[in-house]
């Protein structure tokens, strides 16, 4: 079956079909399914196209991010829930297909001048914790976030939270738009003076990519082409009454 690192070409050819099956069956994108398997697209479509094989190390991970076995002669892994828990607001995989998916995210930078961070997050169902979880990629730093989602049917609102040893970090979206489109608020902590972390909060977007979309990423200053597209974006957060950041405390 191994030939080296690399698996045979009948294997190879067994696996890309079950991954193909995986991919029409959830709904999900090739990108989506890379993402959360952190592997590259490029070796994803070399590997399902017949172009190159898989390694033992890519198949691992496909079967992690799958929840099942792609290998023969290995025992099936029992049928996953298909239902979240009651934490996470208790939601169907089957009633929340709609938002998985690739976003465009866009938020204010934190520090220095005026500017728009863009980054990606892909939105996907987890079968080893049955519930949708998200992760954050092309953010070009080193603090990119991944969690699972909320969707509380008493608030109609979605949560992503990240939860490291009783550390939260947490977006509070509202339902999309007709686009598709995520609009609310980010809190998160930022360093400040000296190596102390501060609270802070921004309004954040996230715009449906469809397949093969590939935005700007990374900081996006005012000169760019894009920032003005970007701005707008942000500022329906609050235009479109999304999400509210009172300043009556502040005011005279």
Known sequence: MLQGDWLGEQAAEEIAQKVREELARRRISRQALADLARISISTLEKALAGRRSFTLATVIRLEEALGISLRGGMPAQPHPSESAPDALGGYNHGAVRWLEGRYWTLRPVFRGDPGIFAYLTTIAWEPACSCLTFSEGERGDAHAQHGQVSMPHISGHIYLVTSE????????????????????????????????????????????????????????????????????????????????????????
């Open 165 to 252: 040893e009783g550390q939260y970090r947490l977006a509070i979206l509202g339902r999309p738009t007709i686009k598709g489109s995520l609009y609310g608020v980010l809190t998160t902590l930022l360093v400040g003076n000296g190596s102390q972390l501060v609270p802070a909060a921004c309004p954040i977007a996230l715009l449906r990519l469809d397949e093969g979309m590939t935005p700007v990423y990374g900081r996006i200053d005012p000169a760019h082409p894009a920032y003005a597209t970007c701005r707008a974006e942000i500022d329906n957060v609050t235009q479109a009454d999304f999400a509210r950041f009172p300043t009556g405390i502040h005011a005279g």
